[in-house]
């Protein structure tokens, strides 16, 4: 599995060097009615949008799954409560207990 992940990265690198090395033409980009336009190359305006893309991506997967998170958390700490509570009943079983006050509690004493 780590192979074909290594082998796309590096299909994956290239191409993006590839577009990067053919599309060095600079672009006007117009940010503002006031100012100058400023010269880009057309390499980071497209490299830029996918990047803008993966954060905003990634940032709604974090949110989606806070549902997840949560859940986790929850069990987590449900499981170390009760991991505490089969240790404190395995400690209970071995200490001596005393010895019951009444012989038969059903029957009335006397």
Known sequence: MSFFRTLLAVILTILVAAFAAFNT?????????????????????????VVVGFVVGAFMVWINSSTLRKDRRKKKKEIKHLEKEVTKLKEDKFSPKPPAQEMFPALPSQ
């Open 25 to 49: 033409q600079p672009v006007d980009v117009i940010y503002s009615p006031i100012h100058d336009p400023m010269a880009v190359p057309l390499y980071l305006i497209a490299l830029g949008g």
